[in-house]
């Protein structure tokens, strides 16, 4: 059986290691709910905007707004990963090196680069591929002037014929136990399917062509936006929820190694009492 010194130095390690955990709990749980209440009230705007761009894009006649809707061969390809600067959240970083991986076998014989929003991406990534730029600092002070010029980098290198295709790999936030790998067309524009001539009965001032062209980077900085607020509060979500294991399996464990301790202790005091009991009947005899 373990010496009791070393069950007890187990023990104070594991009760360390649960009071670091706990706490990381908590502030991620904090957080969260901060995070999840941005990404919540983003969404209807962000998700309204989309659809009226896609609306008005569909029943342009004119060439408004064509630079970011050229679909042409694709060749060149471009992911933005999005993952976190820090890990100690569960698989949140790498289901995302999953998804690239996967994207990078279906482009097969195509070049693929990589962007990194987030450390864990930039550090992987760039072992075997070529990551362009690593923009970690953003989580830094997130907001939408920030992302605001890493979309207009990005569709600065489209527009220029650098990349045919840029497309978004982020995790989506669905509640704190869960989070859905999303991989998402950023460029070209996907023009909305079905039936849009709903929108021939308004008039628009100025023109629609001129509407599209400023809404046009308007909402493709908003998708960005909204896919790193995603990631964001999912990292929060899976963190707290990884601690939340930890916390308990770190109990499950101190409770063991109690009980460990104390049949040692027990069968310790066990045998010194034989050996006290066994010296008086030697004396006695």
């Known amino acids: ?26 502030v991620s749980a904090a957080k969260l709910k901060k995070a999840q209440d941005a ?3 983003m969404r209807p705007y962000s998700d309204k905007l989309t659809e009226l761009l896609q609306s008005l894009s569909a029943s342009l006649d004119g060439d408004a707004g064509s630079k970011f809707a050229d679909n042409r061969p694709v060749n060149k390809v471009l992911v933005v990963a999005i993952t976190s600067n820090r890990g100690l959240c569960g698989a949140f970083n790498t289901n995302i090196l999953k998804q690239c991986s996967t994207l990078l076998e ?5 070049q693929v680069d990589f962007v990194a929003i987030g450390k864990k991406a930039a550090d992987s990534l760039s072992k075997q591929n070529t990551v362009l ?6 989580y830094d002070n997130l907001n939408f002037e920030n992302v605001a010029e890493i979309a207009e980098g990005l569709m600065a290198r489209f527009t220029e014929g650098e990349y ?3 497309e978004l790999v982020y995790n989506k ?17 996907v023009p909305m399917e079905g039936d849009t001539s709903g929108a021939s009965d308004y008039i628009f001032e100025p023109s629609k062509p001129e509407i599209v062209a400023q809404l046009i980077p308007k909402s493709l900085k908003t998708q960005l936006f909204k896919a790193i607020r995603d990631s964001f509060a999912s990292e929060h979500g899976a ?11 770190a109990t499950e464990l101190r409770d063991q190694l109690k009980l460990t301790y104390n049949k040692a202790r027990q069968a310790a005091i066990t045998n010194e009492i034989l050996e006290i009991v066994g010296g008086a009947e030697a004396l006695n005899n």
């Open 106 to 110: 279906s482009y097969e014989g195509k």
């Open 1 to 26: 059986m373990a010496n009791l010194k070393e069950i007890r130095n187990r023990i104070a390690s594991v009760s360390s290691t649960m009071q670091i955990t706990s706490a990381m709990k908590m």
């Open 173 to 189: 936030f669905k509640n704190a136990a869960t989070q859905i790998v999303m991989t998402e067309q950023f460029l070209p524009i």
């Open 39 to 41: 990404i919540t009230a």
């Open 133 to 138: 730029t690593n923009h970690s600092g953003v």
């Open 239 to 249: 963190r707290m929820t990884a601690m939340h294991k930890a916390t308990d399996n």
């Open 164 to 166: 045919d295709k840029i």
